[in-house]
């Protein structure tokens, strides 16, 4: 097929682009290359994709006419839309950019796939919609109308402006809402690299809400076999969906929601003593408040991903820590002298 990825420099992106072209796929990869977090990084992200059946473009979700050029020059068959301005806190101070990438992006590529014809839109979504909700675990079937960060906010808009391109023009639309997600590659903002790094350099690592958090880790290769195995599998009108008792996951539009998560919470200082133990040091702790934004637990009802693709994530902390350390000390060195940076 020819698939069009948004976000192919990112963390999950370069690692499905990777896979989509070792499965035989076209691949256009479209990308900005913001300095959120280290470009170099990127670009070593994009290297791994070299590939004659590679194209890539770089250019802003925002600007219509970049995009609109690649829909009509590469004509995807699919859509898998992964660029976002991604983090929680950073959304604290920086609003008007969450806005711009993940709701303006957005309605570019839903009406470029609306108008292109594309046979199925995978997008990004978040665990983080889930925001108040405490009733575990978190399942596509609970309204998430409590989000407590404006991150949170904007996908849950992804999801709804979804719905409306399914229910108005029938574009097959499957919202993603990724847990925690880790491994090899991995974004320099989330918790297992500054982990790392903190600790290889012998600083302490801060824990919020002193550490009394949960978190569904979800390793990166369960999260690229769930992408691929949905490629195909676009959603239909749900014949069972009930206006009087309407399931916010489905519709009797082509629309659909699922979670990507393990399945299986796995506590902060159990995360981080594996983490010690594959480094062979032990952490300095700096126990600090809940953040603002932050939610103490998370928890993956994976029973619709398993029941439409067969497949659930199952990756152990133990096993895709042990994969990211060694990516990470191979890639920084030990000492961060590698100058991988």
């Given at each position: 097929?020819?698939i069009l990825v948004t976000?192919?420099?990112?963390?999950?992106?370069?690692?499905?682009?990777?896979?989509?072209?070792?499965?035989?796929?076209?691949?256009?990869?479209?990308?900005?290359?913001?300095?959120?977090?280290?470009?170099?990084?990127?670009?070593?992200?994009?290297?791994?994709?070299?590939?004659?059946?590679?194209?890539?473009?770089?250019?802003?979700?925002?600007?219509?006419?970049?995009?609109?050029?690649?829909?009509?020059?590469?004509?995807?068959?699919?859509?898998?839309?992964?660029?976002?301005?991604?983090?929680?806190?950073?959304?604290?101070?920086?609003?008007?950019?969450?806005?711009?990438?993940?709701?303006?992006?957005?309605?570019?590529?839903?009406?470029?796939?609306?108008?292109?014809?594309?046979?199925?839109?995978?997008?990004?979504?978040?665990?983080?919609?889930?925001?108040?909700?405490?009733?575990?675990?978190?399942?596509?079937?609970?309204?998430?109308?409590?989000?407590?960060?404006?991150?949170?906010?904007?996908?849950?808009?992804?999801?709804?402006?979804?719905?409306?391109?399914?229910?108005?023009?029938?574009?097959?639309?499957?919202?993603?809402?990724?847990?925690?997600?880790?491994?090899?590659?991995?974004?320099p903002d989330m918790a297992l690299?500054?982990?790392?790094?903190?600790?290889?350099?012998?600083?302490?690592?801060?824990?919020?809400?002193?550490?009394?958090?949960?978190?569904?880790?979800?390793?990166?290769?369960?999260?690229?076999?769930?992408?691929?195995?949905?490629?195909?599998?676009?959603?239909?009108?749900?014949?069972?969906?009930?206006?009087?008792?309407?399931?916010?996951?489905?519709?009797?539009?082509?629309?659909?929601?699922?979670?990507?998560?393990?399945?299986?919470?796995?506590?902060?200082?159990?995360?981080?003593?594996?983490?010690?133990?594959?480094?062979?040091?032990?952490?300095?702790?700096?126990?600090?408040?809940?953040?603002?934004?932050?939610?103490?637990?998370?928890?993956?009802?994976?029973?619709?991903?398993?029941?439409?693709?067969?497949?659930?994530?199952?990756?152990?902390?133990?096993?895709?820590?042990?994969?990211?350390?060694?990516?990470?000390?191979?890639?920084?060195?030990?000492?961060?002298?590698?100058?991988?940076?």
């Amino acid at each position: 097929m020819r698939i069009l990825v948004t976000g192919c420099a990112g963390f999950i992106g370069s690692h499905v682009s990777k896979r989509l072209l070792e499965d035989g796929h076209s691949v256009a990869g479209y990308d900005n290359l913001n300095d959120y977090y280290s470009v170099s990084l990127k670009k070593n992200r994009l290297k791994r994709l070299e590939d004659p059946s590679f194209l890539f473009v770089q250019a802003d979700l925002e600007d219509s006419s970049a995009m609109t050029a690649l829909f009509e020059r590469f004509r995807p068959e699919a859509v898998i839309h992964l660029a976002a301005q991604a983090g929680v806190r950073y959304s604290l101070d920086h609003p008007h950019t969450y806005i711009q990438s993940n709701v303006v992006g957005f309605m570019n590529v839903l009406e470029n796939c609306r108008h292109h014809g594309i046979g199925h839109l995978i997008y990004a979504s978040t665990s983080s919609v889930y925001g108040l909700n405490t009733a575990l675990p978190f399942a596509t079937s609970q309204p998430v109308n409590h989000p407590i960060s404006l991150y949170a906010a904007t996908k849950k808009s992804n999801e709804l402006m979804a719905h409306t391109y399914s229910h108005l023009f029938g574009l097959p639309t499957t919202g993603l809402r990724f847990f925690t997600v880790y491994g090899p590659w991995g974004r320099p903002d989330m918790a297992l690299f500054l982990f790392t790094k903190a600790i290889l350099e012998g600083k302490p690592i801060q824990l919020f809400n002193y550490g009394r958090m949960k978190r569904d880790f979800t390793y990166i290769d369960d999260i690229v076999e769930s992408i691929v195995r949905l490629i195909p599998l676009a959603p239909k009108p749900d014949a069972d969906w009930d206006g009087g008792r309407p399931n916010p996951g489905s519709s009797t539009a082509p629309y659909k929601v699922y979670n990507i998560g393990n399945h299986d919470p796995v506590p902060l200082m159990t995360f981080i003593t594996v983490l010690e133990e594959k480094l062979g040091i032990d952490a300095q702790k700096e126990l600090l408040p809940l953040q603002p934004g932050d939610v103490t637990e998370t928890y993956a009802d994976v029973t619709d991903l398993f029941k439409t693709t067969g497949f659930k994530p199952q990756t152990t902390v133990q096993e895709g820590i042990g994969r990211f350390v060694d990516w990470y000390i191979d890639y920084y060195g030990k000492d961060g002298s590698h100058g991988a940076e």
